[in-house]
């Protein structure tokens, strides 16, 4: 009887913990690289999702809270077939105005697969071109500057590092620094890209569910983001450690 007690009220404990979560909004085109389509700017929360890629006009479409559509940016880039990425969305980070700017990666007709930088404003004007890098991040200084550093999804090829005039609120970091702990896509097949915290000499530890040891790799310290190949992985769920930093991803 006592067993079948405890077992009634786990049951109604479970069933009132997941009662708690509703379903808002199924976006169809969300999930690009780089923020978790989601950003603070102005203190308001914003949704977007990436439209028309390949149809000639390319656009970011931004949600408000409530998921209803506000605004939609045409990327005024001649030639741009996709966007790849969208990082560091913010309203104070590059300049002292209350737009919204933002760092893409995009390919665009003729030019190379690995992709470009460029940083625009939310009118879907290209403010600077950075350089044929597919990845942004930012790093805050002990004396409270804002760095913006573009680099490889890979540790190859270098990387620029800029000045940056303004700053982020303690929101804007806070969701920023939950992007740098990811790991995508996932599941994942041939290769995942594994996002951490910037933190001195990293080593990736990669094992599987029995413990047993994959992977033994130190990281460029430079670097928050890793390209890891699965091609020789099977199928299965794999643990992976960063510093103090821990994840799993699953390879199908």
Do not use: C
């Amino acid at each position: 009887m006592k067993i079948i007690l405890t077992t009634l009220i786990l049951i109604i404990i479970t069933i009132n913990s997941y009662s708690q979560i509703t379903l808002e909004k199924e976006y169809v085109n969300g999930g690009i690289e780089g923020i978790v389509t989601a950003f603070i700017a102005n203190n308001t929360l914003y949704y977007y999702t990436v439209e028309g890629e390949y149809s000639g006009i390319v656009s970011i479409v931004l949600y408000d809270e409530s998921h209803v559509a506000i605004k939609t940016i045409n990327i005024n880039i001649d030639g741009i077939t996709h966007i790849n990425g969208v990082f560091l969305a913010s309203d104070k980070l590059f300049n002292n105005d209350d737009n919204i700017e933002f760092v893409i990666s995009y390919q665009y007709s003729g030019g190379s697969d690995m992709g470009v930088l460029a940083l625009i404003n939310d009118e879907g004007t290209k403010l600077m071109d950075l350089g044929d890098y597919n990845r942004a991040s930012y790093i805050k200084t002990p004396s409270g500057k804002y760095k913006l550093i573009t680099h490889y999804e890979t540790d190859a090829s270098g990387m620029n590092v800029y000045s940056l005039p303004g700053t982020l609120t303690s929101n804007q970091e806070e969701i920023l620094k939950k992007t740098q702990s990811l790991a995508y896509p996932n599941p994942a097949r041939n290769f995942i890209n594994l996002k951490f915290e910037r933190k001195g000499n990293n080593q990736l530890i990669v094992t599987d569910i029995k413990g047993r040891t994959v992977v033994v790799k130190d990281i460029n310290p430079s670097l928050n983001e890793f390209k890891l190949n699965t091609t020789n992985f099977n199928s299965g769920i794999y643990l992976y450690q960063v510093g103090k930093q821990k994840g799993k991803f699953i390879i199908r």
